[in-house]
């Protein structure tokens, strides 16, 4: 167990320090020279260094904004909440200072570097999101304006308003063209992201109704190796009693619980939608995070397994 709990913090760690090298080295060398703004205090500092002259280095602006949220953070939530959080922005500062700010290639083509910036900061925000950690910035600012200020307003949607200001500040700043360049990239950085975060967990969840539904779920367990579950179900239209099959598995396996189904009863009613998130056997094991009243419980000896 002792192992087992020092590769996962090791394992966070690594995370962490590869998703910050990836953000920071896209920030420096993409995003900084072509004056694209991708909101965040990453945002704030691309503008502070632009109006500048290019005098206040974007790690300078970074930190001067994330020590007095830290404060408030750590007041309000405690240790626990930002712990790995400072971490990520301590490791990220440094890898904006240290890594060179200027263009990858010259003479640029400034979509190709859009695309390109967007798909690895993404990864790199996708690596930190994994381990629940950030780089500080609007997630943790919208987490305390939710908390204070706006407890009707989800912590995204809060989060959407404050990277569309820091955005437009940036297309003010630069020019039209380049706020919508700033657009594609948010976008293509989100998107790469969530698929970190859910793409090796995404699945297929389907619904099966058919009067055969007992030779369907055996094909289904030998054939297939899944689970299957029956539901007892009515037709409001005909009050006639059946039972639906519910069936998770894997986005490969779809096209096999097909033909299982319509070689069996073509006349099946089949739902298949998508399951962002399948834990448990056969699939993907829940990894819990120990909280700071678990941890109270556990002896001095234990003390180091959580990332300080």
């Given amino acids: 167990m002792k192992f087992f709990n020092r590769h996962r913090k090791l394992r966070v760690i690594l995370f962490i320090i590869l998703g910050d090298f990836l953000m920071a080295a896209m920030t420096n060398m993409v995003f900084d020279p072509s004056g694209i703004v ?18 206040i280095p974007l790690w300078a602006t970074t930190l001067a ?23 990520s922005t301590g490791t990220f500062t440094l890898f904006l200072a240290v890594i060179p700010s200027r263009s990858l290639v010259q003479d640029p083509d400034l979509l190709l570097l859009v695309v390109f910036g967007g798909i690895l900061y993404g990864l790199g925000l996708g ?51 380049i706020g919508l360049y ?41 054939e297939i190796d899944r689970g299957v579950t029956a539901l007892h179900a009515e037709g409001m239209y005909s009050h006639e009693e059946k039972n639906m099959l519910f069936i998770a598995l894997g986005k490969k396996e779809i096209i096999r619980l097909k033909e299982i189904v319509y070689d069996i009863d073509p006349r099946a009613f089949m739902i298949v939608m ?34 300080a």
């Fill in 65 to 87: 904004l994330n020590i007095p949220l830290f404060l408030v953070a750590w007041r309000i939530k405690g240790w626990g909440f930002i712990k790995r959080t400072v971490f």
């Fill in 38 to 55: 991708l909101g965040g205090f990453t945002g704030i500092a691309i503008i502070v260094k632009h109006l500048s002259g290019g005098i």
């Fill in 127 to 177: 690596l930190i999101f994994y381990v629940d950690a950030s780089t500080g910035g609007t997630d943790t600012s919208a987490t305390l304006i939710h908390e204070k200020l706006l407890k009707y307003y989800s912590i995204p949607q809060i989060m959407q308003v404050l990277d569309g200001v820091i955005i437009l500040g940036g297309l003010l700043t630069f020019s039209l063209r």
């Fill in 274 to 307: 998508d399951a962002r998130e399948v834990l448990g056997e056969g699939f993907h094991r829940f990894e819990t995070q120990q909280t700071p009243a678990h941890k109270k419980n556990k002896s001095s000896a234990n003390s180091d397994q959580e990332l």
């Fill in 182 to 222: 700033s657009i594609i990239a948010v976008a293509i950085s989100a998107k790469v992201s969530d698929m970190v975060l859910e793409g090796s967990k995404f699945a297929k969840g389907v619904y099966v109704v058919s009067a055969q539904y007992r030779e369907i779920a055996e094909h289904i367990m030998q």
